[in-house]
């Protein structure tokens, strides 16, 4: 268990982002030990290994030490990979042997990195690119949505109950009490929050069902599953034709598709129909109370409504 106390400052700048290289390291760590990783299993299932790489070399099984350099703290909402890349590679000398004394784990290509950080940050780099064309990207526009709709949740969450009531429903390893935020984790420094810092929240997709935490440095970071993970690989269920009957076609295809927080762009692209057709059939569900809308940004994300989960439950 490690504390750390949070001050008032920092607990007023508590921010959320999501990030790439969080979900690289994340997923390479579920490759390690699909077992413990039970709901990716069938995204396990089609990706390659990436066997013989820097990367696969520096992220260890849990609960081992991961070093902190392979995250540095995302600067904004929305994630841009180059960016983040841009960031890894320019992390200092001092850094990266820093964390790597911490790590032990001394591979030839780790003491490569050790001797020569710059050149080795730039092999990682082009690794983990590659990583991400092969392995997340075709998933992306679906986790991103996934995680854009959390953020929208917890934000609300963190307006509705402040500050205690959002960090107590993170995760059951985390718990904030009388300025002190308790996380029941191993290889976690555990200097205290200063005003000036605030924390940043990184909801992921692939740290499930753990947490993963940097309080060194200068930004504290504290990743933590996204709320409906579990639904992200499942096959998509096929609509019944008494509910098509009812619905239509069209709509009982988009509820359906609507399992995860979903703009009307993704939706025309999931289903092949127009984004004018989309949104016509979204309005109609909307009047029905079997659809909702929610702001996240500059998107609008749909969510079906528990009256439409009712429909969709007993129409299978």
């Known amino acids: ?26 997923a390479v760590r579920v490759l390690r030990d699909p077992g413990s990783h039970a709901v990716h299993l069938p995204w396990v299932r089609r990706v390659a290994v990436p066997h013989d790489t820097l990367l696969w070399e520096l992220v260890p099984r849990e609960p081992a030490y991961l070093p902190d350099f ?14 983040e890349l841009a960031r890894l590679r320019a992390t200092p000398a001092a850094v990266v042997r820093g964390h790597l004394d911490l790590y032990g784990h001394r591979t030839p290509a780790v003491r490569e990195l050790y001797a020569d950080p710059a050149t080795g940050l730039a092999r990682l780099s082009t690794e983990i690119e590659a990583f991400w064309h092969t392995a997340i990207a075709a998933d992306w526009p679906r986790i991103q949505l996934l995680l854009d709709a959390e953020i929208f949740a917890r934000a609300r969450a963190l307006a509705g109950n402040g500050a205690a009531g959002l960090l107590n429903d993170l995760h059951e390893r985390v718990r904030w009490e009388a300025g002190t935020l308790s996380i029941s984790q191993r290889y976690c420094t555990a200097e205290d929050v200063s005003d000036g810092t605030g924390l940043v929240l990184v909801p992921s997709v692939f740290v499930w069902p753990a947490v993963l935490s940097i309080f060194a ?34 709509r009982t295809r988009l509820l359906i598709e609507l ?9 025309a692209r999931r289903t092949g129909m127009t984004a004018g057709g989309v949104s016509q059939h979204l309005s109609a569900l909307r009047a029905a ?3 909702a809308a929610h702001r996240q940004g500059r ?8 009256l439409a989960e009712a429909l969709l439950s007993s129409a299978r």
């Open 1 to 26: 268990m490690v504390a750390i106390g949070l001050s008032a400052g920092a607990v007023a700048r508590i921010r959320f982002a999501v990030s790439c290289l969080w979900e690289v390291v994340a």
């Open 70 to 83: 392979l995250t540095p703290p995302p600067t904004g909402l929305t994630p841009e990979l180059g960016v």
């Open 217 to 250: 440095g200068d930004v504290p970071q504290l990743a933590y599953p996204a709320r409906g993970v579990a639904t992200l690989w499942e096959p998509r269920r096929e609509s019944t034709d008494a509910l098509g009957a009812v619905l239509g076609r069209g």
């Open 259 to 267: 399992d995860a927080p979903s703009s009307t762009t993704e939706l």
């Open 289 to 291: 109370g079997l659809v």
């Open 299 to 306: 998107s609008v994300l749909n969510v079906r409504t528990a």
